[in-house]
């Protein structure tokens, strides 16, 4: 890759040095020997012209190929997250949303278009989460490459495990429904591996030559994942695969039990075991796949349907059943709106934990791994600390 | 002179074609030993990973082969439980009936068991790297292997697709209703879902409903009524891999109580051209300034400004005609687009002239900043003319300039807006040239979730008569109930140095319903 950098700026740099001496040329030309047979200020504005063209030329073709180096745009810091450190040195990874900002309500600004008219890649989350904006940002970036069934454009929810497909018709009096599933899919640490693997299979296949080194990466990725998941003793002795495959068909504590490992169980599986089965009010249903992998269950949610609002009604009904079955911990991200929660904390000493969802959205989540971490040692935590705590 | 042109040509033509060329013979150069080594590390990370990898493929083949016997077996059950089911139907039902259900039951269990068998190949090739264009790849690279594990991963929880099917097949044996749509519907958790696989284009409706009240008195006016404005179809799909169509036709009351039917929009738009460019043909709203090409629900108000309304006609500027767009390319890496229409102005715009066709040019210009993550600032520039030659030519010109505020975390619930438009227009009326101007300044304000409050300051004169103008003030308050459906309320105060309808004033309040059914639009920033 280094040689082809000094390759191509070698040929760039003649180009301009020798359109540069055309010029001079050129101006010699106009200024001294020959006769003019236009008027002097037409050769001026011609010479400005053509100066301004190559300007805007060079310009154009030095901010298009970065040599060496994907250029990934995510429409969430997560997949950028996980893109990042598939790609490693070989990929500059950027994301539409910020990690504080609510996803499904972003507004397709022409500056996005900017973004996604340089990406060689453009990963969605899919499942309709950007319905209402991707498309607007794809046809305004005029970037024939990311286009939807091109190589350059990645769905990540391919062949991730999805939650909550509904069965029947969906219609908009069920709220906010994504008809293929709950796109919140990002925080089942088992999806993050296979969108790991979905994402190096896509840049291997963009860009073949560093196809080794992504292969790596993913698999330095997914053992570092395995590690946290379930602690760097366990993996050693069973196998991040075997782990996985135990952890998926719901067999794992048996086997660890069989095997007389169970007090080896580390990271956020051993950190969650003990809340196995607690109950949880969350704010929207964006929490439905780490509940699932962490055996939480979601008791209610603050709004009455996805995307709807919390109503007064609705509140009440929720005291209730905090109360009734003694629920202690109210999970809610950082963009939305906690009167409400904390009104219900009032009423009941219910816990409203405030946690971001997505990388970025807080100091501490700064990449996947450490964004589950402080989900997980927030949770955790506060099951820990007696209820009736207010969370400040 | 002609041979610094063929300098400067060839100049340009160098610098174009040196980067591709740099791309091409770039990868042949790379530094000798190292390159060795790397390819020989490569070269067996590829072994090993090649050896996983049939491995991989042997051990999903074997738990394919399980997973198809179950299947069959499971098809077997089904069928005989459809069997049996249908000779109870035969039995209790009358004749007629008899022959409708068992339609549905044949049609159902077609469904049914292309579905299951749709099932099977899905697991076998929910490796996101199955597809035909990636498969090449997947022989080469080393990458590949780590897919195919996910896709083994995502074959194991087939007992669940398996119960699925099980439940599906007791519910089609239990009511034998419309199954069709249940048989589609039901699929194992990993599968990319169905709907939207048709051809069809994405349908919306949507409609908007005024409730007036107003002070003129005269009878020939829209008094205090109902109305229902607007009933807007809209049609939106890919053409094919270079174009997408959108098209809008919009049902409507005119103020003469008259309802109309109108293609308000129909555009092909092709994304694929070179350079960089965009094209649309067809009837499409005009890009002049900011509102005009934002559709009736779209806008914050009411109705469209008073300068739009005197300029353009009440529905604003739109036309039959062709469109091309670019980037232009800054040092600045900002969105700055030019664009130029040529088209046939609708009738009751400025440009029209009675007897014949007016071909109209557009230039307009814009331009976008982001002042930071949450606010935003526009800048737009239009002109444009209708050249003619016996005192019928018209030109009008505008400027915009937007401010938006969204803060990144509470945007949910925060939003500020700030925009401001100013227009002139020459026309050559029978007497004089006529020199008219206007201009509107609005804002609105989020109050919460679902709340917005928002008004608008209206001046303009009147493009055919330069000494008459009007001005308005006007305020909103909305109710966003969902993204679908909001409810506004808007009073308007009118002065005129003329008189419309019998009076100089006017007082009007408003209640304004819009909702939209159908597909999902995204919504311009």
């Not at chain 2, 308000?264 to 002049?288: C, H, I, N, S």
Request: glycine share 8%; hydrophobic share 40%; charged share 20%.
């Amino acid at each position: 890759m280094k040689a082809y950098n000094t390759l191509s700026d070698f040929v760039r740099s003649t180009a301009e040095y020798g359109a540069i001496g055309r010029l001079v040329a050129f101006e010699r030309r106009a200024h001294g020997c020959a006769p003019l047979r236009c008027g002097q200020r037409n050769v001026q504005i011609l010479k400005i012209l053509c100066i301004v063209l190559s300007v805007a030329l060079i310009a154009a073709f030095c901010g298009v190929s970065h040599a060496g180096t994907l250029n990934v745009v995510t429409t969430t810091t997560d997949l950028r997250a996980i893109a990042q450190a598939v790609g490693g040195d070989h990929v500059k990874a950027t994301s539409i949303c910020e990690g504080n900002q609510d996803p499904h309500f972003i507004q397709a600004k022409p500056s996005y278009m900017m973004v996604a008219r340089k990406a060689d890649l453009w990963i969605r989350i899919g499942m309709e989460l950007e319905i209402g904006w991707e498309g607007l940002i794809l046809d305004g970036s005029r970037n024939q490459k990311i286009q939807p069934g091109q190589p350059g454009h990645l769905d990540a929810s391919d062949g991730i495990l999805r939650l909550e497909v509904p069965t029947g018709k969906v219609t908009r009096e069920m709220g906010d429904v994504h008809p293929e599933g709950n796109p919140h899919y990002w925080l089942d640490p088992f999806n993050a591996r296979i969108i790991a693997g979905t994402i190096a299979a896509r840049l291997s296949q963009i860009d073949p030559t560093d196809a080794a080194v992504f292969g790596a990466n993913l698999a330095t990725f997914r053992t570092a994942l395995d590690e946290r998941m379930f602690g760097p003793q366990l993996v050693k002795e069973v196998g991040g695969d075997k782990l996985w495959d135990l952890e998926t068909k719901g067999q794992l504590s048996g086997y660890l039990k069989e095997k007389n490992l169970a007090g080896q169980l580390g990271g956020w599986a051993g950190a969650m075991a003990p809340f196995r089965g607690q109950q949880i009010v969350t704010f929207h249903r964006s929490w439905s796949y780490f509940v699932n992998r962490f055996g939480l269950t979601v008791a209610d949610e603050m709004e009455p349907k996805p995307g709807i609002p919390p109503s007064p009604g609705h509140a009440l009904e929720i005291i209730e059943k905090v109360k009734s079955q003694k629920i202690r911990v109210l999970l809610m991200e950082p963009y939305y709106n906690r009167q409400a929660p904390d009104l219900i904390a009032g009423k009941t000493g219910v816990r409203v934990l405030v946690c971001a969802n997505s990388v970025d959205g807080e100091p501490a989540a700064k990449d996947y791994l450490s964004m589950v971490d402080n989900v997980v040692n927030k949770v955790s935590a506060a099951f820990k600390s007696a209820p009736g705590q207010k969370e400040k | 002179m002609r041979s610094n042109i063929v300098w400067a040509l060839l100049t340009v033509l160098l610098l174009t074609a040196s980067p591709s060329f740099g791309q091409q013979t770039a990868p042949a150069q790379d530094n000798g030993t190292s390159l060795e080594q790397t390819v020989g590390s490569l070269k067996q990370q590829m072994d090993d990973q090649r050896k996983a990898f049939d491995a991989k493929m042997q051990e999903m083949q074997s738990q394919m082969d399980a997973m198809r016997q179950q299947m069959d077996e499971e098809r077997k059950k089904f069928d005989d439980r459809m069997q049996e089911t249908l000779r109870q139907m035969r039995e209790t039902a009358a004749a007629p009936t008899v022959e409708s259900s068992a339609e549905a039951a044949e049609t159902a269990k077609a469904a049914a068991s292309v579905e299951s068998s749709a099932e099977v190949a899905a697991t076998a090739e929910a490796a996101p790297d199955m597809e035909p264009s990636s498969e090449a790849v997947r022989e080469t690279t080393a990458a590949a292997s780590p897919a195919v594990e996910s896709s083994a991963q995502t074959a194991q929880p087939s007992a669940a697709e398996q119960a699925e099917n099980e439940a599906l097949a007791a519910e089609v044996a239990k009511a034998m209703a419309p199954q069709q749509q249940g048989a589609q519907q039901v699929q194992p958790p990993m599968r990319a879902a169905g709907p939207g696989q048709s051809m069809n284009p994405d349908i919306s409706f949507i409609a908007d409903v005024l409730g007036h009240l107003t002070s003129q008195g005269n009878k020939a006016q829209p008094g205090n009524e109902f109305i229902f404005r607007e009933g807007e179809l809209g049609l939106q799909s890919r053409i094919d891999p270079y174009a997408k169509a959108d098209a809008f036709i919009s049902v409507g009351e005119e103020p003469d109580g008259e309802f109309t039917t109108e293609v308000e929009e129909a555009y092909a738009t092709f994304l694929t051209l070179p350079w960089e460019l965009q094209m649309k043909m067809g009837r499409f709203r005009v890009d002049f300034g900011k509102t005009n090409p934002v559709h009736l629900h779209a806008i914050p108000w009411v109705q469209y400004p008073l300068v739009i309304q005197k300029f353009f006609g009440d529905d604003g500027l739109s036309g039959d005609g062709v469109s091309v767009s670019r980037l232009i390319p800054n040092p600045w890496d900002k969105y700055i687009e030019l664009e130029y229409q040529l088209f046939n102005p609708n009738s009751e715009s400025l440009y029209a002239r009675p007897d014949e066709p007016t071909m109209t040019n557009l230039l307009h210009l814009k331009s976008f900043f982001d002042l930071s993550k949450s606010s935003t600032l526009e800048f737009g520039a239009t002109g444009s003319g209708a050249p003619g030659t016996n005192g019928e030519a018209a030109y009008a010109e505008g400027l915009d300039a937007t401010y938006k505020w969204k803060p990144t975390q509470e945007g949910l619930y925060k939003s500020f807006l700030f925009q401001n438009e100013i227009m002139a227009s020459q026309k050559d009326a029978s007497e004089a040239r006529q020199d008219a101007w206007g201009a509107y300044s609005a804002t609105e304000y989020q109050l919460s979730e679902r709340w917005f409050a928002g008004a608008r300051y209206d001046f303009t004169k009147l493009p055919e008569n330069e000494s008459l103008h009007e001005n308005a003030g006007s305020g909103y308050l909305t109710f966003r109930q969902t993204e679908f459906c909001f409810w506004r309320f808007g009073y308007q105060y009118n002065a005129r140095n003329y008189k419309e309808a019998g009076s100089f004033t006017d007082n009007q309040l408003w209640i304004q319903l819009d909702f939209a059914i159908g597909a999902h639009g995204a919504h311009k920033y």
